[in-house]
Nanobody, 125 residues
Framework: QVQLVESGGGLVQAGGSLRLSCLTSGRSFSVYAVGWFRQVPGTEREFVAAISQTGITTNYADSVKGRFTIARDNAKNVVYLQMNSLKPEDTAVYYC??????????????????WGQGTRVTVSS
């Protein structure tokens, strides 16, 4: 079992930056592939970025490519999502998720069995 706790969300103006953190307790984070997803009320959860167990493999949704960066520090049991050049359409609740079965979880929601409670990001125009 792993518990995930997101932090770092908030209100920011368009063009600004935020860094989200996903902290875990329990089993070492290095055995989990991790993904970030986001959700706007009334819509499906959307893939944002993913990172493999070692951090070598990463992938991004086209909508955030070049603006967001996912990284991890397994020694500190944390995964980050650095978000730059934020746009109003980035407004959502952001969720961290962990996949304990694969080296890399990819962009499929169903691959991830552990989820955090989410952190809200609001980008004003």
């Amino acid at each position: 079992q792993v518990q995930l706790v997101e932090s770092g969300g908030g209100l920011v103006q368009a063009g600004g930056s935020l860094r989200l953190s996903c902290l875990t307790s329990g089993r070492s984070f290095s055995v989990y592939a991790v993904g970030w997803f986001r959700q706007v009320p009334g819509t499906e959860r959307e893939f944002v970025a993913a990172i493999s167990q070692t951090g070598i493999t990463t992938n991004y949704a086209d909508s955030v490519k070049g603006r967001f960066t996912i990284a991890r520090d397994n020694a500190k049991n944390v995964v980050y999502l650095q978000m730059n050049s934020l746009k109003p359409e980035d407004t959502a609740v952001y969720y961290c998720a962990a996949d304990g079965e694969r080296y890399y979880g990819g962009n499929y929601v169903k691959n991830y069995e552990y989820w955090g409670q989410g952190t809200r990001v609001t980008v004003s125009s």
